[in-house]
Nanobody, 124 residues
């Protein structure tokens, strides 16, 4: 099994920045594609961005392109999400997800492991 723990969330004003981290432990050698999802109150879980195992390919939600950056440090078993120019609409619980395959899709069904989430609140 793989355990994922997110951190770095908090309260920030619109236009500000946050960096989320996702620390992975367990059988991480079996973890390939990874992604960030988010879920706002009363809304469905939404795909934000994914990254391939090599870290060379990305898939960003259109609304975060140019503002968010995903990265992966395999040596540290850590996934990051740098969020800049935050907007109130970015407010949500952000979840780290990992797949046991190389497929980095946009559906939550494409991922096998999940963190507990970290709250990001962007005030206007």
């Amino acid at each position: 099994q793989v355990q994922l723990v997110e951190s770095g969330g908090g309260l920030v004003q619109a236009g500000g920045s946050l960096r989320l981290s996702c620390a992975a432990s367990g059988r991480t050698f079996g973890t390939y594609a990874m992604a960030w999802f988010r879920q706002a109150p009363g809304k469905e879980r939404e795909f934000v961005v994914s990254i391939t195992y090599s870290g060379s390919s990305f898939d960003y939600l259109d609304s975060v392109k140019g503002r968010f950056t995903i990265s992966r440090d395999i040596a540290k078993n850590t996934l990051y999400l740098q969020m800049n120019t935050l907007k109130p609409e970015d407010t949500a619980v952000y979840y780290c997800a990992a797949s046991s395959t190389y497929y980095s899709g946009r559906s939550f069904r494409d991922y096998d492991y999940w963190g507990q989430g970290t709250q990001v609140t962007v005030s206007s």
